[in-house]
């Protein structure tokens, strides 16, 4: 077990905000969730998934919506998040071991530690996405054949629903973004309850280890004037892809999810080059003189020159910045990761081509 201090919380944030690929939440958002639990002295700690017991129970509380949705006022003091836990864990009838995040992301993962905090539950060093997701039935869970219901939905207003059984994870995908997209605003939703001995094996492990090493990398080599770029491609495996001063972006509200793309006009090395970015919440396809370049599962992150993860739609026309990718966890480039996950999901009749690929 691990003690997380604010600066351990801080990197994580950042690095989950690179890992989120232009989704995730607002890490603006999330740090205030972290940081209201801070303030009233409570302690964040990371375990293991070594240490959760065979039968303890860790589910993932996170939020459904977009990041253009209204932010209402809860009725939660505590937040619509850590109420469904609660919630599902009133269901079941049982106390759960502890709290794994739904996805790498500004706010979601912040909205994991932060419920973890509150409800002195220890959260688990694993992420069943390795990244940020725009759909429900894309985590790893749903590669390896684990359930997610029951789950609890609650939203700002007050409406508490369990839902304890669905048909797939795609009819899941459909019943809550429904309701958050009818409302126009985010739902807190706690899924996939699994055992300790499930989790094992389900998830990408030491996954907030992973975003606490690229925040950590960044924010150290800005303080020590070094090129942070550099130092997060290092320190994830990563690629630099594009630098370039945006030219044009839009975005639209679609169905609960934030839709968009941009397209970049090349300097330094890739002066007289056209890269392109399209996202549905998440960057999920890019396109470099009109080529397609990277696809899903793999990431596809933007950053400031100055080394500062930038989200979706938050991209401007006139401002600079650089576009680096990364490789997906293995259990996304198996052929049930792709099929849900990779170029099919996106329409595009072609194969698969891993990122490290095209730099060998």
Not at 140 to 166: L, N, R
Not at 244 to 265: D, H, M, P
Request: include cysteine; hydrophobic fraction near 40%.
């Amino acid at each position: 077990m691990k003690v997380l201090g604010e600066q351990d919380l801080r990197d994580i944030l950042e690095g989950c905000t690179v890992l989120g690929t232009g989704g995730g939440g607002s890490p603006e958002e999330g740090w205030r969730m972290v940081k209201k639990e801070l303030d009233s002295g409570r302690e964040f700690r990371l375990v293991g998934l070594d240490e959760i017991p065979d039968d303890g129970i860790v589910p993932m509380p996170y939020f459904v919506g977009s990041l253009a949705g209204e932010r209402v006022v809860s009725i939660y003091e505590e937040g619509e998040a850590a109420r469904s836990y609660r919630l599902l864990e009133e269901y079941m009838g049982r106390g759960f071991a502890g709290v794994i995040s739904t996805e790498l992301g500004g706010a979601n993962t912040a909205a994991a530690l932060a419920t973890a905090a509150r409800l002195g539950k220890p959260i688990v060093d694993g992420d069943p996405a390795g990244r940020s997701v725009p759909e429900l039935q894309h985590t790893t869970y749903y590669i390896v054949g684990v359930e997610m219901a029951p789950f609890s939905v609650v939203t700002p207003y007050g409406d508490e629903v369990i839902v304890s059984k669905v048909k797939d994870d795609f009819q899941a995908e459909k019943i809550v973004r429904a309701l958050a997209a009818s409302l126009k605003t985010n739902v807190g939703v706690t899924s996939h309850p699994v055992d300790g001995r499930t989790l094992r094996n389900s998830v990408v492990r030491d996954a907030i280890s992973h975003a606490l090493s690229l925040g950590r990398a960044l924010r150290t080599a800005r303080e020590e004037g070094n090129d942070p770029i550099k130092a997060l491609l290092e320190a994830g495996g990563g690629f630099l892809l594009f630098k370039g001063v945006v030219t044009k972006a839009s975005w639209r509200e679609e169905n609960g999810f934030t839709v968009g793309e941009f397209e970049l006009e090349g300097y330094d090395e890739f002066r007289g080059e056209i890269y392109k970015v399209w996202y549905k919440n998440e960057n999920l396809v890019s396109w470099r003189n009109g080529e397609v370049d990277v696809t899903i599962p793999d990431l596809i992150s933007v950053l400031t020159p100055e080394g500062h993860p930038v989200t979706n739609p938050n991209v401007k026309t006139g401002k600079e910045y650089v576009v680096v990718g990364f490789p997906a966890p293995e259990l996304w480039r198996t052929a049930k990761g792709l099929e849900i996950f990779g170029p099919k999901y996106l329409g595009l009749e072609r194969e698969y081509i891993p990122i490290e690929r095209r730099f060998s």
